[in-house]
C-alpha cells in the first residue's frame, strides 16, 4: 500500500492523503486539496517515489512534503 493517495473529495476535486497519518499532505504552503485529478495523482506519485527522509516528511521536485496535523484539544 501506497503512503500518498490521491482522493476525490465530495466537491468533485481531488486531493493528496497521507494513508498512515489520514491527513492532507501540504507541498511548501499549500494544502493538497482542490486539486484536479492529474494533478493530485502527479502529486501522490512524486511523493511515494522519494519515501520520507524523516516521519511526517517526504520530498516532491527538492521540497519537503509536510504533513498538516490537527492540533490536540
Known amino acids: 500500500m501506497?503512503?500518498?493517495?490521491?482522493?476525490?473529495?465530495?466537491?468533485?476535486?481531488?486531493?493528496?492523503?497521507?494513508t498512515v497519518e489520514n491527513v492532507p499532505a501540504e507541498f511548501g504552503d499549500v494544502v493538497l486539496i482542490g486539486l484536479g485529478m492529474g494533478q493530485a495523482m502527479k502529486l501522490a506519485s512524486l511523493a511515494n517515489a522519494e519515501q520520507p527522509i524523516r516521519i511526517g516528511e517526504g520530498r516532491i521536485a527538492g521540497t519537503r512534503l509536510r504533513l498538516v496535523m490537527a492540533k490536540a484539544a
Not at 501506497?2 to 497521507?18: G, I, S, Y
Open 2 to 18: 501506497k503512503r500518498f493517495v490521491a482522493v476525490q473529495e465530495p466537491t468533485c476535486t481531488w486531493a493528496v492523503l497521507d
